[in-house]
């Protein structure tokens, strides 16, 4: 079950709501309140960062990596909870102790029922004008995983990956992935 409000509603009414541990997204100054995930896609989560913390410990300095529930607040009324999101060491200055002010440069997304369209459509075409490089969508039910490169392709992945190949980014020099190895 989701919740989406009737009007919009403002940054200050999104952060004066209680604290909760389910997922909760500001799109377009709609609420957007989904059930807890279900356990494939939280193990598909806890895979992928797992991997990518793995090549952050290696690369020390390079950036930080964080994990759903962490806010991002981008223009407008929006503030989205990437499963997955990497910050250059250059863009650290985008994070505060509450919450992200700006685009993380690799945002991650595992699609849910709840939140697929948002994620595949408002979200994917916000992350893209508000300077997220990179954007991985996870498909669990299908198992690939689309990779748009925002700043060149907002419309079409210009990648499409599944089972048997690798994923890797030039984001993160080295980060390889068996698709095998995520969707076990």
């Known amino acids: 079950m989701k919740t989406v409000t009737e009007r919009p509603m403002s940054l200050e ?7 909760t541990v389910l997922p909760r997204q500001l799109v377009e100054g709609q609420l957007i309140m989904a059930l807890a995930p279900d356990r494939f896609h939280q193990s598909l989560v806890g895979i992928l960062h797992g991997e990518l913390y793995a ?3 290696m690369h020390p300095g390079q950036g930080e990596l ?3 529930p962490f806010d991002v607040q981008l223009p407008g009324l929006n503030v989205y909870q990437p499963d997955v999101m990497f910050f250059r060491h ?10 992200a002010l ?3 440069d690799l945002a ?6 709840s939140t697929a369209h948002y994620d595949l459509n408002e979200k994917r075409l916000h992350y893209g004008k508000s300077g997220v490089g990179e954007l991985w969508i996870v498909n669990p039910k299908r198992k690939h995983v689309q990779v748009y490169l925002l700043g060149q392709e907002v419309d079409r992945p210009v990648r499409f990956l599944k089972a048997g190949l690798v994923l ?3 984001l993160l020099p080295g980060f390889e992935l ?6 076990r």
Request: without cysteine.
């Open 13 to 19: 009414e999104f952060d004066a709501l209680p604290e």
């Open 108 to 113: 991650v997304e595992v699609l849910s029922p």
């Open 178 to 183: 068996p698709l095998d190895r995520l969707f």
């Open 55 to 57: 090549w952050v410990r």
């Open 66 to 68: 964080y994990i759903a």
């Open 102 to 104: 700006g685009a993380p």
């Open 90 to 99: 250059d863009h650290l200055d985008r994070l505060t102790d509450q919450r």
């Open 168 to 170: 890797t980014t030039d």
